[in-house]
DNA sequence: AAACTTATCGTAAAAAGTACGCTAACTATA
DNA sequence: TATAGTTAGCGTACTTTTTACGATAAGTTT
């Protein structure tokens, strides 16, 4: 069996947001092409001297304006026939190159909506659409989707990165919200907040809601060096204190 | 920048064995080259219509004669100097390509240690290498092992695969030096009995050790369909029990 | 037979997680 | 301007899980 030569490496992300009420991730829509499906994952080739991650942040950074802070890689897609027939021509036309096989990397990352970025993602042609309209996209680009929401599913529950997906100061019900809509349960809002506070780090603002039609809730933010301490502490002893088989 | 072309992917993997006291990792020894370094994780460059994972179960399959139950990717190492310079010859050597850059995906992979693979892997030129005793390994496959090395621990956390490297009956003792080894920790065997017991899927053979210098101790199986049971129990309700922040 | 080692069973205390009642503080609306 | 509706936020009792460690059992070595 011959060693494969002339491929190209890409990557394609799933940027994911939250706008308060359900997640979404950012498609964009490519030109008309035969027939192949419109909305896909933004994505790119890699270029000379960049590594797949740095490749991944080019794509999203100019795609939102903004600073990617937080990245994670998936896993490859390497189907050899994973881009081929019509995809594959339009890849070849797109890119310019002369390749046989695409094998892609998948990334995903987590943003902080707001107003600022929806206009500059607009402005590039992307939408914000939420997970659960998402019916069909190019090539195997929804499977990547799939292994991303596992994957945020499974990391939520274990590092702090919903505060990737909350503005700065943020209200326990918000960040409950946030974890009802991703893992799609319902939580008990008096044992969350217990939870949370218990972590030790969120750190009351003494500012408050206003206009809203109930008790004002205090703002939070999430405290990173005590989270750091506090992970550190950990370390040291428990380890096995957390096996789930 | 131009996009990348004239590039390969490879795979290479750290397969890893327990030999009832150390984690040991398989390394082969190539050819002198240069002042290259000699020891490296097996590897192989993609062959056309194969996945990466494919490509991984090939070479260790390969190498050990035994089929390999569980593979696990790591991440790309796409360092566009990864492999430069005299590693670069070697491998434009070795694969007679003419390539300008390789990126690898790395690959950690379990099996069980017994004499019929050690006769294998060394009428190979393979060597089995106990994890503290690697200095140096060539190209960044000193890194590749480090992440499958992290990626190990966190794993045998959360997941039945301990039972991948110790033999199909063992006792108690033998899972306990398992973790003990791999996480680097001392564990309480009474507490540690009890964990194991609670989760409900170690059935007992009836049979014992002879021939110890101390009370003879059952030896145990890991009953898959009772674990595959737990975790969709467990699926249905919980879910938010076991978040680490 | 005594010493040594690990297996295996238990128990009590501490910590973590769960269920849920209650009051506080706002707005909308009647 | 009262009152109904809503979420915030505090507390408490109960259950489950984890941890620390005592005690006995069953072999081999000396």
Redesign the pocket.
Known sequence: MPIQTNQSVSVDCALFGFDGVSLRVLLIERPAYNNLERMKLPGSMIHQNETLPQAAVRVLESLTGMKIHYLKQLEIFSDPWRVSGDELAWIRQRYQIQTERVVTVGYYALIKLDNRLYEHTSAKGAQWVSIDEIQRLAMDHKQILSVALGMLCREMQQSPIAFELLPRKF????L?RLFEAVLGIEI????F???M??SGFLSATGE???????????YFTFDKAAYRKAMKAKLK??F?????Y
């Open positions: 209200t326990i019900k918000e409950q008990d809002n008096r044992n907040r217990k939870k506070f218990s408050k809601q206003t206009g809203v039609a109930h008790k004002p809730a205090e002893m428990g096995i204190d957390n096996w789930r």
